[in-house]
């Protein structure tokens, strides 16, 4: 099982865990074009706190970045703890600006994005979420995908304030 706020990368040559050290929170609301409510959470990983990968394929020193785009239907989550979304990916060029990516070196589309909504305590909500990616040591798809399991918090505040 994944600690809290913690973010694990399984790679093709072993695992990385980091810590989530910082989250942001946007939330768009329905617009004429698009009716849903867009939750946008990037969390934001300090140094490696675990990691079992050959030194020339793992940098302790990264601080990657997970942004996640879930449509919602409302602003309250709390119908939403004990459910899970499959989130549908999204294209890196796409004229809304939502990009599902694991930023590391480059930024790597996410795919089989699986977002469960845990629990919600004292204005935050606990989230843990899968999805796959490209290596991201290799952009040229020449290893195999690598699998992200993150287990964290972030505020609801931006959720509380957008309706006001």
């Known amino acids: ?18 810590r989530v050290v910082r989250t942001g929170v946007y939330v768009r609301l329905p617009e004429e074009d698009d009716p849903r409510v867009m939750l946008n959470v990037e969390f934001h990983c300090g140094a490696v706190v675990d990691i079992d990968v050959p030194e020339e394929e793992g940098d302790g020193s990264l601080k990657p970045t997970v942004e996640i785009w879930i449509p919602i239907p409302s602003t309250n989550l709390s119908p939403l703890v004990g459910t899970s979304l499959e989130v549908h990916p999204s294209v890196k060029d796409n004229e809304d600006g939502m990009w ?20 919600i305590d004292d204005g935050r909500c606990h989230v843990a979420l899968t999805a796959k990616t490209g290596d991201p040591n290799h952009y040229d798809g020449s290893k195999p995908e690598t699998t992200i399991s993150l287990d964290g918090w972030f505020p609801m505040d931006e959720l509380e304030t957008a309706t006001e």
């Open 100 to 119: 599902n990516r694991l930023h590391v070196y480059e930024s790597g589309d996410l795919r089989e994005i699986n977002v469960t909504f845990v629990a």
């Open 1 to 18: 099982m994944l600690a809290e706020d913690t973010m694990r990368l399984d790679r093709f040559c072993g695992h990385e865990v980091y």
